[in-house]
């Protein structure tokens, strides 16, 4: 029988018919988890890429990127990863790499691939930081997507949400020991409560799912939001950026060229259906179709986001 998959879709908008026995069983074969394979992309910074996959049971939710950034006398995490074998397979990484205490553990945003490894870090004592609006989103939305996963990736595999402690409202700094992380709240974008993290050492920026690169971007906040934001980071004059989902490392010009072409794109072809009368469910279809070819995973999520932006925009 084919594998079950939950789709960010299917997490963020419900729908799921799972058949778990098949999961478990493969998830049972697969063993204890292995470090993560990481990349140092700058001095002290370390990437898990994720897999260009939705999440399945074989992959254990291991889809978005995952950062640790180690200083003189700690070490912070930017999203623990998607299920308890995502964490602890991060947490291996971590322990080949340095002794020091992890410290701190940053929930960029409430999509589970990025929040659900955070369990396994709760016995290093750790501060789980996220944006102020982040508690609610996840008891919005927490019990939702736990069961979700837990009907894909089996018993043992999704624990309680974690809900962050050390809450941003508008920009905040995390010491690690000559190594000062700048965190900032965004207003709405990809969600309504996105945290990004600035290394203020290599300048370097880690975005959560504020940037996309290659997957298609994934519409769960605000369009025209989203788009502000990102010409506000356009200005602070970043150069290099860790994104939610692609490679490891990549210039930030480039990248977000790319992506603010897709999400102008939707604005403006969504507002022209609305403004011609164009029913949701044919938008759907045809707007923005000339991005087709440049995103992976295009026939998943582009007509969700087009239903997304639709909703928004009929009201303007």
């Avoid at 990349?39 to 950062?67: C, F, K, Q």
């Avoid at 995502?86 to 291996?92: A, E, T, V």
């Avoid at 701190?104 to 369990?119: E, I, K, N, Q, R």
């Avoid at 923005?288 to 239903?307: C, I, M, P, T």
Wanted: proline fraction near 5%; aromatic fraction near 6%; charge should be negative.
């Amino acid at each position: 029988m084919d594998e079950p998959i939950l789709s960010r879709r299917a997490a963020l908008f419900g729908g799921m018919c799972l058949c778990c026995m098949p999961a478990l069983l493969r998830a049972e074969a697969a063993g204890a988890p292995q470090p993560a394979k990481t990349a140092e992309v700058s001095p002290g910074i370390h990437v898990r890429r994720g897999a260009v996959e939705d999440a399945t049971a074989a992959n254990y939710d291991a889809i978005a990127n995952l950062s640790f950034i180690v200083g003189r006398d700690a070490v912070a995490v930017i999203d623990p990863g998607g299920s308890v074998h995502d964490g602890q397979s991060l947490r291996l990484a971590i322990r080949a790499v340095t002794q020091l205490p992890i410290r701190y553990v940053v929930l960029s945003h409430v999509h589970p691939d990025h929040v659900f490894g955070a369990a396994a870090f709760k016995e290093d004592g750790v501060v789980f930081v996220g944006h102020a609006g982040l508690p609610e989103q996840l008891a919005s939305r927490g019990e939702f997507y736990k069961s979700g996963l837990e009907k894909l990736l089996g018993d043992g595999q999704v624990e309680s949400v974690v809900v962050p402690t050390r809450l941003v409202r508008d920009s905040d700094e995390l010491d690690l020991g000559g190594r000062v992380l700048a965190l900032t709240a965004h207003k709405p974008a990809h969600t309504v409560a996105d945290l990004s993290v600035t290394d203020k050492q290599s300048g370097i920026l880690l975005t959560g799912d504020l940037l996309f690169v290659d997957r298609i971007p994934v519409l769960d906040g605000d369009l025209k939001g989203w788009l502000a934001q990102l010409a506000e980071i356009r200005a602070s004059g970043v150069r290099q950026a860790v994104p939610g989902h692609g490679p490891a490392l990549v210039p930030w010009a480039a990248a977000e060229d790319a992506q603010r072409r897709y999400l102008t794109a939707l604005l403006d072809e969504t507002r022209a259906a609305i403004a011609k009368g164009i029913p949701i469910e044919e938008a759907a279809t045809t707007v923005a179709q000339s991005e087709r070819d440049k995103w992976q995973l295009f026939d998943s999520y582009h007509g969700r986001n087009v239903l997304e932006a639709y909703r928004r925009l009929e009201w303007e």
